[in-house]
């Protein structure tokens, strides 16, 4: 365990969002691992880290054994198709189900979006409109590159700006009231 004070990630990676490059280390096997268990979650993270280099991207996204996008290093995975429709993984891909991935679907369908857990592929996140990551510490960052394709117009999308600002408006409010 590491215990450390967190101050939260620089803002230019919301301002100008991050880049992405798919991992050839795959997510294992559904029946491998319990993909539930966040702490063997880690190792292909790390093996995937080691093998990617002196690249600067953001993150590693994993595809599963049927070369279907599954998951980052470290973070769940959107993408933005047609006006209000938000496309995920499924958490039966085994994915974690990350706490703020549930809270973003949440979010986005009390905003009106349809939320649609399906496979999805690198070809979806090239061509979708937006892409975002989402996990604990980086709420909800916006992904404007995934292997030196340009995602949408290059620069974080408006859905992505707005979930975030729905999203630290709730998590920053003091009174202790959360969404009904």
């Not at 280390?25 to 268990?37: G, I, M």
Request: aromatic residues 8%; contains cysteine; positive net charge.
């Amino acid at each position: 365990m590491i215990i450390r004070e967190f101050e939260g990630h620089p803002a230019s990676w919301y301002e100008k969002g991050v880049t992405l490059t798919t991992s050839v280390v795959r997510r294992p096997f559904l029946k491998a691992q319990e993909s539930q268990v966040k702490a063997s979650q880690y190792v292909n993270g790390v093996l995937a880290y080691l093998d990617r280099g002196n690249s600067k991207d953001h993150e590693l996204i994993f595809l599963d054994t049927n070369l279907q996008v599954a998951e980052g290093t470290v973070s769940n995975i959107f993408a933005v198709g047609h006006p209000k429709r938000l496309l995920t993984p499924p958490a039966s891909s085994g994915i974690l189900r990350g706490v703020t991935r549930g809270f973003v679907m949440m979010l986005a369908k009390k905003a009106g979006m349809d939320v649609e857990e399906t496979p999805l592929t690198r070809h979806d996140l090239y061509n979708a409109a937006e892409c975002f990551m989402t996990n604990t510490s980086s709420e909800i960052l916006p992904v404007v590159c995934m292997d030196g394709r340009k995602v949408g117009n290059g620069k974080p999308g408006h859905i992505s700006k707005r979930l975030l600002r729905e999203f630290r408006k709730i998590t920053n409010d003091q009174t202790g009231v959360f969404l009904t």
